[in-house]
Structure formats: C-alpha cells, structure tokens
C-alpha cells in the first residue's frame, strides 16, 4: 500500500487542529485526521466562550491575575502571559474567518460584541456565540478548512502510534508520522510526514461521568507518554459543577455563563449553600464549587441540586441561553419557569504532553496543542474560558515555528507497513466492553473529586490488573476502534493515579482527605518521565 507523505500531518480536527491548518499557508501539504466526522469532538459543544481583555475597564495584568489566581500557584507566568496578551489578535481572526459572536448587550466591546463574566473572572470578558460558542467557531473552522487548498481530510481514522526513529531503529529520534486505522475499512494505514501534531483533545472519558463526547479517550496523550515524552499535572482533572442531571442527557452541559448571569445553586429544599463555602459564591472557581456541590450531595443523599435562572426575565433568558432552553425544553424542564436538576461531571484535562512556548514536545518534529497538551497555562485549575483561547495562541505558535523550519526539514526515511501477521480476529468483545466499564467506574469512585491515598491505592492495583489483559488481548487481536481507545484510557488513568499520588497535599483540583491543605514546599508541577525518554540535544 503506498504511503502518503505531508508536510504536517494533524491529529484532531478541534479547534487547535483546524486552527493550525489555516494559519499554515496553501504550500504547505497538511493531513488532518478526525476519529468521527470533523466536528465532532469537544470543541463543537462548547457552549460558554473564549476569554479575552477586549474591554476598555479590563486589562492584560488583570487576566493574568486572575489566572495564576485560579490556578493555585502552579502557573507559568510567563506562558499566562503570552496566552492572554495574544488573546485580542486571536479573537480578531476568528472573526476574519467569518465566527458570528454575540453583539449588543449591557456589557459589550467597543465593537458592540456581548461580554459575559464567569468564574474565576474578575471582568467581563468572555466573548461568545449565545451559549454554543464551540459550535460557532468549529463549523466556521471546518468551512474554511474545507476550502482551502492542499487539506486533505480523513474521517473515521484513528492514530494507533506514532512512528519515531526509535522504533524504526535509526537516528535521530524524531517523529516520522503514524500508524493509523481506517475505522470504515478496517485498514491500518502508515501516514508519513515532516512534522506531526497532536491535538486529539482530552481524557474525561476515563471517568464514568462526564460532559465530553465520547471521543475524549486521551488518545494523544497516551500515544506521546508511549512514544517517550513527558507529561505533567496529570492529577489536575477538572470537574464541571452543573452538567443537567436527566437520564436523556448524561453529556449535556449547563454553562458557567448562566451562573455568571445571575444563576443560583440550590439545595433540594431550596436554599442556596454556595456563599457558605466562598465569598464568590456561584462564581467561584470551578474546582471549589463542585466540591461543594459534591458535599452538599453526600451530606444529604441527594441525587443532584439545582440552578436557578428563573428569577431573570424570561426573555432574557432565551435570547442569552437558547441551546440550554430548548434542550431543556425538550426534556420537560422550562429554564424560565424553575431550577435546572445538575450534578458535576468530569470535564477538563488540565494536564497533558509537556510542551514549550513554540507548543514542541520532547521528541523533535512533534508537536502538542489544546487540551492535549500541557503549557503551563492552567495549572493547578483551568478558569473558565481560557481553553478555547489556548488553542488558538498555541495553534498560531506552532504554525509560525513549522513554517520556519519546513523548508529545512529533510523527508522521513522509509517505513514498514503495519504486521498484523500474528494477531487473529477477536473471539469475546465482552472483555473490552467489561474493562471499559470497570475503568471509568472505580476512576469515578476512587480518583474523583475528593481523593484518599486508599483509595487511589485500590485504583492503581486495578489499573495494573486492566493494563495486563489489555496489553495481552492488543498483541494477540486485530485491533479496532474500541480496543485502541480502551489501551488509550488505561494508560491515561494510571498517569492520573501516578501523579495524583506523588501530590501529598490538596491544591486546585486535587483535593485529598489525607493531606486536605495546601503546602507551600509543593508548589510546582507534577512532572512523570518514562523510561523511553531521552533529552531533546
């Protein structure tokens, strides 16, 4: 079977993907692959928006501010810095590209464009489409994607691994492509290129509740940790307070927007609990409002609580939430009329492949941007809005630096086809769809929103029990798409547990019952090495 050969070959078609394609220009050969159809992945059911200081009263210091607030002393000021001082330019070109954003409001731009507040925020400042901000800018994105010249684009494919000098045997060790399945032809393919990127989003799935789709299995940061590049901050897995709790809709998000709206978190007697556990009440930072959601539901054995919206005008509330409304509607829940039933849900991978201000990871010609990557910008907890923002400075960075050195870069060796010599069809589905479900389970139960050290103990002997049969089972079938998203999510979880347990404190999103403060002496990033790994010379 011939082997394609691109200049950059794109894993992820979210916004950092897509993002990446278009600032690269047309002489450029570019591959983007995308597990479903392109949109679908997280970026398109993001509802809340993209935090930027486009507002004469806010300013760059006091993004900043707000960010190394929310992330607990584990920031990198200097990528905060960057992050949000590239913020305006980002906005702008999205708007080039033809995203409609929200206009005229009592907070507005001097541009007439709506600003909402959310939590962690100490300004309005988060520019959105209504509340389906993602889809906005993710179909716009693959509009334009679709348009340009020399994309070529690859539905339905998977990354199994990356192909590295290493594993072919030669120097250096770089990044060459990967090997990839054809979900709709059951072939494994062999895609060569100059430089890869990863941007295959993040690990919720890994837990049994989540608002991420399903494709969320941490692919990319399973394939680079194989490949020997180092993650960090693995532990920081943020849990979004308000996803709608009804058996119809286990992924459905409730916006941090309707709370920076005026939206009120009750108990199911009715009482409002959050100014009991933070002076910023509803706008406080994710991380300390779903624990006190979560404590809230133990201490009384309630199912889910509630948000309130409906002490705004109506229209007001239809005009600024439309998705949530009508989804709501649908399901028998008028927002304008009484509180939303929600439940925390897990939501952001705030650690990842560890990468640098050009989005480089440890292995030369392979890149990492959006929430599969870690740059230092959220640290210990992700405020509201800065992820969508991440991708777009990250994916301009990247694709300032590839096109510097592509002109220089030399084509990669030669490549073997994939052997599937040795392996056979598989003989019990049952054993991968059993280890999913006891995977996402005890992570939900032991690795969750508050920890223990027993705990993550019985997780990580489980973890070492799933990674055995898996491994096993992967070397002896054929693989297929839910065998490679279960190897995916299991070597995610032991990660996860790995540096949760290395963190002896409770610090943004980690919270322990064992060490419940915060320790001055760990205020640094949780960085794991694997064995492959090799200093970038």
Same mark, same amino acid.
């Given at each position: +079977?011939?082997?394609?050969?691109?200049?950059?070959?794109?894993?992820?078609?979210?916004?950092?993907?897509?993002?990446?394609?278009?600032?690269?220009?047309?002489?450029?050969?570019?591959?983007?692959?995308?597990?479903?159809?392109?949109?679908?992945?997280?970026?398109?059911?993001?509802?809340?928006?993209?935090?930027?200081? %486009?507002?004469?009263?806010?300013?760059?210091?006091?993004?900043?501010?707000?960010?190394?607030?929310?992330?607990?002393?584990? *920031?990198?000021?200097?990528?905060?810095?960057?992050?949000?001082?590239?913020?305006?330019? *980002?906005?702008?070109?999205?708007?080039?590209?033809?995203?409609?954003?929200?206009?005229?409001?009592?907070?507005?731009?001097?541009?007439?464009?709506?600003?909402?507040?959310?939590?962690?925020?100490?300004?309005?400042?988060?520019?959105?489409?209504?509340?389906?901000?993602?889809?906005?800018?993710?179909?716009?994105?693959?509009?334009?994607?679709?348009?340009?010249?020399?994309?070529?684009?690859?539905?339905?494919?998977?990354?199994?691994?990356?192909?590295?000098?290493?594993?072919?045997?030669?120097?250096?060790?770089?990044?060459?492509?990967?090997?990839?399945?054809?979900?709709?032809?059951?072939?494994?393919?062999?895609?060569?290129?100059?430089?890869? !990127?990863?941007?295959?989003?993040?690990?919720?799935?890994?837990?049994?509740?989540?608002?991420?789709?399903?494709?969320?299995?941490?692919?990319?940061?399973?394939?680079?940790?194989?490949?020997?590049?180092?993650?960090?901050?693995?532990?920081?897995?943020?849990?979004?307070?308000?996803?709608?709790?009804?058996?119809?809709?286990?992924?459905?998000?409730?916006? &941090?927007?309707?709370?920076? &709206?005026?939206?009120?978190?009750?108990?199911?007697?009715?009482?409002?609990?959050?100014?009991?556990?933070?002076?910023?009440?509803?706008?406080?930072?994710?991380?300390?409002?779903?624990?006190?959601?979560?404590?809230?539901?133990?201490?009384? =054995?309630?199912?889910?609580?509630? %948000?309130?919206?409906?002490?705004?005008?109506?229209?007001?509330?239809?005009?600024?939430?439309?998705?949530?409304?009508?989804?709501?509607?649908?399901?028998?829940?008028?927002?304008?009329?009484?509180?939303?039933?929600?439940?925390?849900?897990?939501?952001?991978?705030?650690?990842?492949?560890?990468?640098?201000?050009?989005?480089?990871?440890?292995?030369?010609?392979?890149?990492?941007?959006?929430?599969?990557?870690?740059?230092?910008?959220?640290?210990?907890?992700?405020?509201?809005?800065?992820? $969508?923002?991440?991708?777009?400075?990250?994916?301009?960075?990247?694709?300032?630096?590839? &096109?510097?050195? $592509?002109?220089?870069?030399?084509?990669?060796?030669?490549?073997?086809?994939?052997?599937?010599?040795?392996?056979?069809?598989?003989?019990?589905? !049952?054993?991968?769809?059993?280890?999913?479900?006891?995977?996402?389970?005890? +992570?939900?139960?032991?690795?969750?929103?508050?920890?223990?050290?027993?705990?993550?103990?019985?997780?990580?002997?489980?973890?070492? %029990?799933?990674?055995?049969?898996?491994?096993?089972?992967?070397?002896?079938?054929?693989?297929?798409?839910? $065998?490679?998203?279960?190897?995916?999510?299991?070597?995610?979880?032991?990660?996860?547990?790995?540096?949760?347990?290395?963190?002896?404190?409770?610090? =943004?999103?980690?919270?322990?019952?064992?060490?419940?403060?915060?320790?001055?002496?760990?205020?640094?990033?949780?960085?794991?090495?694997?064995?492959?790994?090799?200093?970038?010379?």
């Amino acid at each position: +079977m011939p082997k394609p050969l691109y200049d950059v070959l794109i894993l992820g078609s979210g916004a950092a993907g897509l993002t990446l394609a278009l600032r690269l220009p047309d002489w450029v050969s570019v591959a983007i692959l995308s597990k479903r159809e392109l949109r679908e992945g997280s970026t398109y059911y993001a509802q809340g928006g993209i935090s930027a200081v %486009l507002d004469a009263n806010d300013s760059t210091e006091a993004h900043v501010q707000d960010t190394l607030t929310a992330g607990a002393g584990l *920031c990198d000021p200097d990528q905060v810095r960057l992050v949000v001082e590239q913020g305006p330019r *980002c906005i702008h070109w999205l708007l080039e590209q033809g995203v409609r954003f929200t206009r005229n409001g009592q907070a507005s731009t001097s541009d007439g464009y709506h600003l909402t507040r959310e939590g962690g925020h100490s300004h309005r400042r988060v520019i959105h489409a209504a509340d389906a901000t993602g889809k906005a800018v993710e179909t716009t994105l693959e509009t334009q994607v679709r348009a340009r010249a020399n994309r070529s684009l690859f539905e339905h494919h998977i990354a199994i691994d990356l192909i590295t000098g290493r594993k072919l045997g030669v120097e250096p060790d770089r990044c060459f492509g990967a090997y990839v399945l054809d979900l709709k032809r059951g072939q494994v393919k062999t895609f060569r290129a100059r430089f890869v !990127v990863i941007a295959t989003g993040g690990a919720s799935k890994v837990y049994l509740y989540t608002s991420n789709p399903d494709i969320a299995t941490g692919d990319g940061i399973a394939m680079a940790w194989r490949a020997g590049c180092r993650v960090a901050n693995m532990e920081f897995m943020q849990f979004h307070p308000t996803c709608l709790y009804h058996p119809e809709a286990r992924n459905f998000l409730i916006s &941090e927007a309707l709370r920076g &709206e005026g939206g009120r978190l009750l108990l199911p007697d009715g009482e409002r609990f959050m100014p009991r556990f933070d002076e910023r009440a509803e706008l406080a930072p994710r991380d300390i409002v779903a624990r006190a959601i979560d404590h809230e539901m133990k201490r009384l =054995g309630a199912e889910c609580v509630y %948000l309130d919206i409906s002490h705004r005008p109506a229209a007001f509330v239809r005009e600024h939430f439309p998705t949530i409304y009508h989804r709501c509607l649908e399901l028998g829940i008028d927002i304008t009329r009484e509180p939303i039933p929600v439940v925390p849900a897990a939501h952001y991978t705030c650690g990842g492949i560890l990468t640098d201000a050009q989005a480089r990871t440890d292995i030369p010609g392979l890149y990492a941007i959006g929430e599969a990557a870690y740059t230092g910008l959220h640290g210990a907890n992700r405020m509201a809005s800065n992820s $969508l923002l991440e991708c777009l400075v990250f994916a301009f960075q990247a694709a300032a630096h590839i &096109e510097q050195n $592509l002109p220089d870069q030399a084509p990669p060796p030669a490549v073997p086809d994939w052997d599937a010599s040795r392996v056979h069809e598989p003989d019990e589905a !049952v054993v991968v769809s059993h280890n999913w479900e006891e995977l996402r389970r005890f +992570m939900w139960d032991y690795v969750g929103i508050v920890r223990t050290n027993k705990r993550l103990q019985r997780a990580k002997r489980r973890i070492d %029990l799933l990674r055995h049969e898996i491994i096993e089972y992967y070397g002896n079938f054929q693989v297929h798409n839910d $065998l490679l998203e279960l190897r995916n999510l299991v070597e995610v979880a032991d990660l996860i547990v790995r540096s949760a347990q290395r963190r002896c404190e409770s610090r =943004g999103l980690h919270y322990t019952l064992d060490f419940p403060w915060e320790d001055p002496d760990q205020q640094f990033p949780t960085i794991l090495i694997p064995d492959s790994y090799r200093p970038r010379s």
